[in-house]
């Protein structure tokens, strides 16, 4: 299997369970700005704690999934990963939080078409955001690059209004102006 048909996989898994879903991170940087290599996927879920183990074990065989890791993760509401086996790939599975700004990007999901299949994708502005955000946790450059990336690419269609409020209230409004003077 190819990366993207772990991806379709993993998320065909997702679908048939009516887990509903959103990828992130560098996935969705590379949709909406300027692809780039990475070594694995970043997948927000809705899980809840009672499903979990029956919703883990779907996964099996061809993923490996830490039982009790999963278990405290949907209950925490915290990272865990699942391996692809052959050829190895790492999905991040994270779980949905109470945070008013991931509320917001989950409900601002976009579908788009993979490879002729339909996956649910950040928005670009959430994409930016989040990737400002990370830029203050570590990796700043790289995660700059894929904002400023998104921001080039979509700055005809962005919603800057939008950008700026949530900008502000994540603590990222400095960046986000960087990224507007920086951009070609």
Same mark, same amino acid.
């Given at each position: ?14 679908? !048939? ?42 996964? +099996? ?17 915290k990272?865990?990963?699942?391996? +692809? ?5 790492? %999905?991040? %599975?994270?779980? +949905? ?15 788009? /078409? ?5 996956? +649910? ?17 570590? &990796?700043? &450059? ?15 269609? /962005?919603?800057i209004?939008? /950008? !700026? &409020? ?5 603590a ?6 960087? %990224?507007e003077?920086?951009?070609?």
């Amino acid at each position: 299997m190819t990366d993207d048909e772990i991806v379709l996989d993993f998320i065909g898994r997702l679908e !048939r369970l009516s887990i509903p879903y959103m990828i992130v991170g560098s996935f969705a940087s590379s949709v909406w700005g300027r692809p780039r290599a990475t070594h694995d996927t970043d997948v927000v879920v809705v899980a809840e704690g009672p499903t979990a183990r029956s919703r883990r074990e779907a996964l +099996h065989p061809d993923y490996y999934v830490p039982g009790q890791g999963f278990e405290d993760a949907v209950r925490r509401r915290k990272m865990v990963n699942a391996i +692809h086996q052959k050829p190895i790939w790492k %999905i991040d %599975i994270i779980f +949905h939080s109470d945070g008013a700004f991931q509320k917001r990007q989950f409900q601002r999901r976009v579908a788009i /078409l993979f490879k002729g299949s339909t996956l +649910h994708v950040a928005s670009p502005e959430d994409t930016i955001l989040a990737k400002l955000e990370w830029s203050l946790q570590g &990796e700043s &450059e790289r995660q700059y690059r894929d904002a400023l990336g998104v921001f080039e690419v979509q700055k005809g269609s /962005l919603d800057i209004a939008y /950008l !700026r &409020e949530w900008a502000e209230s994540l603590a990222v409004g400095e960046l986000l102006k960087q %990224i507007e003077a920086d951009a070609v």
